[in-house]
């Protein structure tokens, strides 16, 4: 089960004396990932952090740790996605690209954020929760005809 699940955290926790090639590396270890250069290299290229893989992660910016984060979670390819934040830090390009790659993901991805036009650009099913309560869970279809938009929605269910 945990071979399917890609999953990243809103802090993640990065070994920041390693390089990023060697944190992928070893990531790819745990999961036992074949062709490890090449989807190191692939990732790393396709999220604009190619340059940086022989550099310290303690060197990164918050976006550069973002990227690093968010390849150890995509590169074994899961079917399952558990992010948490996963825009927070990252350049507009970037951010696109991983919108991209939720889009065309072929399983479930279950995503934490604030960001209603997020979930607008790819979301199908949407749960609202007001201090650890789900309040409110409908498509997104319903909610945007509801409400007008994920913002509206949620400050109209949680009383804000």
């Given at each position: 089960?945990?071979?399917?699940?890609?999953?990243?955290?809103?802090?993640?926790?990065?070994?920041?004396?390693?390089?990023?090639?060697?944190?992928?590396?070893?990531?790819?270890?745990?999961?036992?990932?074949?062709?490890?250069?090449?989807?190191?290299?692939?990732?790393?290229?396709?999220?604009?952090?190619?340059?940086?893989?022989?550099q310290?992660?303690?060197?990164?910016?918050?976006?550069?740790?973002?990227?690093?984060?968010?390849?150890?979670?995509?590169?074994?390819?899961p079917?399952?996605?558990?992010?948490?934040e996963?825009?927070?830090?990252?350049?507009?390009?970037?951010?696109?690209?991983?919108?991209?790659?939720?889009?065309?993901?072929?399983?479930?991805?279950?995503?934490?954020?604030?960001?209603?036009?997020?979930?607008?650009?790819?979301?199908?099913?949407?749960?609202?929760?007001?201090?650890?309560?789900?309040?409110?869970?409908?498509?997104?279809?319903?909610?945007i005809?509801?409400?007008?938009?994920?913002?509206?929605?949620?400050?109209?269910?949680?009383?804000?």
């Amino acid at each position: 089960v945990r071979s399917s699940i890609g999953y990243l955290p809103e802090m993640p926790y990065l070994y920041e004396r390693l390089t990023g090639r060697e944190f992928l590396s070893y990531i790819a270890s745990l999961r036992n990932i074949r062709n490890v250069e090449y989807k190191i290299h692939s990732f790393a290229k396709h999220f604009g952090i190619d340059q940086a893989l022989n550099q310290e992660i303690n060197g990164y910016s918050k976006g550069m740790k973002q990227k690093i984060s968010m390849i150890a979670a995509l590169f074994h390819h899961p079917h399952n996605l558990l992010l948490d934040e996963p825009v927070w830090g990252l350049d507009p390009l970037t951010a696109k690209s991983l919108e991209h790659f939720i889009l065309n993901q072929h399983g479930t991805t279950l995503i934490a954020t604030h960001s209603g036009s997020l979930v607008e650009r790819v979301a199908d099913f949407v749960y609202f929760l007001s201090k650890g309560t789900i309040v409110a869970a409908q498509t997104l279809d319903d909610c945007i005809r509801t409400y007008g938009s994920v913002e509206d929605a949620y400050f109209s269910l949680t009383g804000l």
